[in-house]
């Protein structure tokens, strides 16, 4: 079964085909990052906007590229949700409407439950059961999964999400946006040992996540030194570290409470150098394993739409034969109702 994958839930437009016999067979990317710099992060109506110009071009070149060896697809798979409403009804429109033209299913997939499937995508997967850490912009999350489809929250941000606070706190610093990447890089040139920032809810018991707090202590550090390149690259190190050491802690709980030997990291905040080499480390002495997409695959992108309507249209999961539905807030563990 040859599946055409929409992504649109927020500022990549994202398209991918994949073949549940070949596995990927191609995938495309537009970002509108330049788009959103001058505005310090994402205008919901220029995002969507830029979605109907770019979706049925990028689908258009993959439909034609040599790889996809002029293939018809025999079904289609869209992000339903959650993210910009705007940005999701581009996407779920061509997508229905793709579907009917071609007389082929479609199937409305879960923004999240494309990322947490991402590292099926590759050549040495997880096994189910497993635990999932999806941290991105919008969310920050540990996730129980049992087997596909079945999910149970075990945490979440009580407030900003963990890339949310990296976009503030680079906004904050001059860095400008995308955060994550920007103090990421500065971090590398940082005094570890000069700032001690606070590691948030990790003394409290449970898994849920909290990073306002860590985001206005850095803000009162921040204003109270001289913003010079030395000063902004020791505070870039000491937030780095302090959501990664609070991230790996509550992996690592979270390994202990459920008895898994597995977890996965899925969503942009996964591509961080940093967090892969300090959970690993940690991980291991646990004797578990930790999996994460390739950095291409951490962002938004189709390909993980694609795979995960795989999963989705054989079993005969598609919306009705006329309309559709996108659903800007759609918990994880409510996917099926």
């Known amino acids: 079964m040859r599946i055409l994958g929409i992504e649109t839930s927020c500022d990549d437009t ?34 969507a906007r830029d979605h109907i110009r770019t979706l049925l071009p990028l689908v258009n070149n993959l439909l034609d590229d040599p790889l996809n060896g002029g293939h018809k697809m ?28 071609w007389n082929v299913p479609s199937v409305g997939v879960h923004h999240m439950e494309g990322h947490l499937l991402a590292p099926m995508l590759e050549a040495d997967p997880p096994s189910f059961p497993f635990i999932a850490l999806l ?20 945490g979440q941000s009580v407030d900003d999400a963990a890339g949310e606070a990296f976009d503030k706190t680079a906004k904050l610093l001059g860095l400008g946006y995308p955060g994550g990447p920007a103090i990421a890089r500065l971090a590398q040139e940082g005094d570890p040992e000069r700032f001690q920032f606070p590691r948030p809810m990790v003394n409290r018991p449970g898994l849920d996540f909290s990073f306002s707090g860590l985001k206005t202590f850095t803000r009162t550090t921040a204003e109270s030194l001289e913003l010079n390149q030395k000063n902004i690259a020791d505070v870039a190190r000491g937030f780095e570290e302090a959501v990664v050491d609070t991230l790996c802690i509550k992996c690592i709980r979270a390994l202990k409470q459920t008895g898994r030997d597995c977890i ?56 009705p034969s006329s309309g559709f539905e996108v659903r800007p807030r759609w918990p994880i563990d409510q996917i099926d109702d």
């Not at 073949?19 to 990052?33: F, I, K, M, N, W």
């Not at 959650?82 to 409407?97: I, N």
């Not at 912009?137 to 999910?151: S, W």
């Not at 938004?300 to 079993?315: E, F, K, V």
């Open 14 to 47: 994202g398209a991918a085909i994949y073949d549940t016999d070949q596995g990927l067979v191609v995938h495309r990317l537009a970002s509108q990052v330049d788009l959103h710099r001058q505005y310090g992060g994402v205008v919901p109506e220029l995002a």
């Open 74 to 101: 025999d079904g289609v798979a869209w992000t339903a949700g959650p993210g910009l409403a705007g940005a999701l009804l581009v996407g779920a429109s061509v997508g229905r409407s793709l579907a009917q033209a």
């Open 135 to 154: 941290v991105s912009g919008g969310h920050t999350m540990l996730v129980d999964v049992a087997a596909p489809g079945r999910y149970q929250i075990l």
């Open 264 to 319: 996965v990291i899925a969503g942009g905040v996964g591509a961080n150098q940093r967090l892969r080499q300090q959970l690993k480390a940690r991980a291991q002495k646990l004797g578990a394993t930790v999996y994460y997409p390739r950095p291409e695959f951490c962002t938004d992108n189709g390909a993980m739409i694609a795979y995960a309507g795989s999963l989705r249209l054989p079993a005969g999961v598609s919306p």
